[in-house]
């Protein structure tokens, strides 16, 4: 099922099987502006979470993939760097936003949350 031009649900499915991918809409329409800027396939590498999933890839406990809120993404032949740089500079003071080595996490919470470093 395709929620979007470029994203279908299963892409946002928790990895451990349970069939939980309820992910928020307002991701999908983050990501597909990502998607616009770059010109380039968004990678998913972890959407839905369902709590004991959660727990065993180490999750925080109120993890915003266990709200369906949040991916942890790659754009193609893009650096991670690159790709926060863009969703910070984009919404500014809104959303989280958190810096990895390998991939960018970014999560439609009601607040504003920013972590990692890229160095
Ligand atoms: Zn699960
Ligand atoms: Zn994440």
């Known amino acids: 099922m395709n929620l979007s031009t470029h994203f279908k649900r299963s892409e946002?499915?928790?990895?451990?099987?349970?069939?939980?991918?309820?992910?928020?809409?307002?991701l999908i329409d983050v990501l597909e502006d990502v998607r616009g800027h770059f010109n380039a396939p968004v990678i998913i590498n972890s959407g839905c979470r369902c709590e004991h999933h959660n727990r065993a890839v180490g999750?925080?406990?109120h993890s915003q993939h266990v709200l369906g809120n949040a991916a942890d993404i790659r754009v193609k032949n893009v650096s991670p760097e690159q790709v926060?740089?863009?969703?910070?500079?984009?919404?500014?003071?809104?959303f989280g936003i958190g810096?990895?080595?390998?991939?960018?996490?970014?999560?439609?919470r009601e607040t504003t949350a920013r972590w990692g470093t890229n160095g």
């Open 84 to 94: 926060a740089n863009y969703l910070e500079s984009k919404y500014t003071d809104k």
């Open 99 to 108: 810096r990895y080595r390998a991939f960018t996490h970014i999560d439609v």
């Open 59 to 61: 999750g925080k406990p």
């Open 12 to 26: 946002f499915a928790c990895k451990c099987g349970c069939g939980f991918s309820d992910i928020n809409q307002h």
